[in-house]
């Protein structure tokens, strides 16, 4: 038995999240009897008592300490330990410098955990100051940077981030990868190992579940409704097609929900609320074509949406803006960006059911979190021999 240790860009608690990688990854770990525990994030007053979140609020006054959590999926519990205290206010509205001393003081408190940790795993640490302390703390563990986005991107022009995101990629033992392109923009900084491990595919169902045959009559979209999503291209391309009903489903914050409710003007156009991971499948049966409307700039070209694998799992035509790195996949995705190109392959996909059936056991075969999974861990685990 290995014990892990994850500190994420996503909550265990599952009011605050989908059931994204992490929770897969820790899902297949503990399958095979490893112990992982993941240490919060913790949130603001304000995000907690609008969530109703009363476990953490009651945290914040006592030590750090256990609660687990029954994940999304509705069978993986997940240990965490919540750290002491809260932001007075949403991290999102604090500056660069002061998110670092907060992380610093939050970490701090690892010191009253009782546990050492075969492996960390990182995801959202970027305060050299933490990453020191964290080496020094569990020195002979491994350290490994799971790369999930262009983190840069997300402060594009905070040259005291960057600089720290880089210093903590040349500070791990190794550096796991979604994408390939991401090794490549940052390989003068990684001077460890690296694996590439996109992102997969966990259902239990049978490949192409959701296949059927006719017309397109809903178009669908699930995930965070935030700026990556491109509202004004939907409302365009909803309202040129009134014969199409367009489903979506996700969290949306409040500074998004005013164009939420420019889209549902449109009559063809229904927003059906958050969508947790067990309901993922049904969605997906409802839908005739996924589209993936995200709007193109560096961060979104870095990226490996799930849902992407997934739709093509459950066999329906999928829409993306940009190509894949796996070649294969591009052979059955309809790339179309444009308005005009999106429109084109709402009427006419163009992708048969045959090649929807190929598609969909490919994924299965390929990008399965059970074999990802176990890639990552033989990866880890060889960087302690």
């Known amino acids: 038995m290995k014990k892990w240790l994850f500190f994420n860009s996503v909550s265990a608690n599952p ?9 897969h990854i820790t899902k297949h770990l503990l399958r095979i009897r490893d112990r992982v525990i993941w240490y919060e994030e913790p949130p603001s007053w304000i995000g907690a008592i609008l969530k109703g979140d009363w476990k953490i ?3 914040a006054l006592s030590n750090p300490h256990h609660l687990i959590y029954l994940q999304g999926d509705g069978e993986t519990k997940i240990e965490t330990v919540n750290p002491r205290g809260l932001y007075l206010i949403p991290r999102t509205f604090l500056q660069y410098k002061f998110k670092s001393r907060l992380e610093e003081r939050k970490y701090s408190q690892l010191e009253d955990l009782s546990f050492k940790p075969d492996i960390c795993i990182i995801s959202k640490i970027f305060s050299r100051n933490v990453m020191d302390f964290l080496r020094d703390k569990y020195a002979g563990s491994v350290f490994i940077f799971d790369l999930v986005d262009d983190f840069p991107e997300f402060l594009p ?11 903590i990629l040349d500070k791990v033992d190794g550096v796991v990868s979604v994408k ?3 090794l490549v923009k940052y390989s003068n900084s990684i001077n460890s190992p690296s694996c590439l491990i996109p992102n997969g595919v966990g259902f239990n169902l049978p490949p192409a579940f959701a296949i059927k045959d006719g017309g397109v009559k809903r178009v669908g979209f699930y995930g965070a409704l935030t700026n990556r999503f491109d509202w004004e291209k939907w409302h365009n391309v909803a309202a040129k097609l ?8 996700g969290s949306v914050n409040r500074a998004h929900k005013k164009l939420l409710k420019h889209l549902t003007v449109l009559s063809n156009v229904k927003y059906i609320g958050p969508l947790p991971y067990k309901e993922v499948p049904n969605f997906l049966s409802q839908i005739d074509t996924l589209w993936v409307n995200f709007k193109l700039n560096e961060l979104v070209l870095q990226s490996d949406p799930i849902k992407i694998r997934e739709g093509l799992y459950a066999g329906i035509p999928v829409i993306v803006p ?11 995705i309809i790339m179309a960006e444009k308005q005009d190109e999106i429109l084109e392959a709402i009427r006419n996909p163009g992708v048969g059911v045959q090649k929807r059936l190929e598609v969909a056991k490919y994924v299965s075969e390929t990008y399965s979190w059970e074999s990802l999974t176990k890639k990552f861990r033989e990866f880890c685990l060889s960087l302690n021999e």
């Open 322 to 332: 940009f190509n894949l790195e796996d070649e294969n996949l591009n052979k059955y």
């Open 242 to 249: 009134p014969e199409v009903s367009f489903l979506l489903a």
């Open 57 to 59: 609020i009651s945290s």
């Open 157 to 167: 022009g905070n040259k005291e981030f960057k600089e720290d995101f880089l210093y």
């Open 180 to 182: 390939r392109s991401l």
């Open 15 to 23: 009011k605050r999240s989908l059931f994204q990688r992490p929770h």
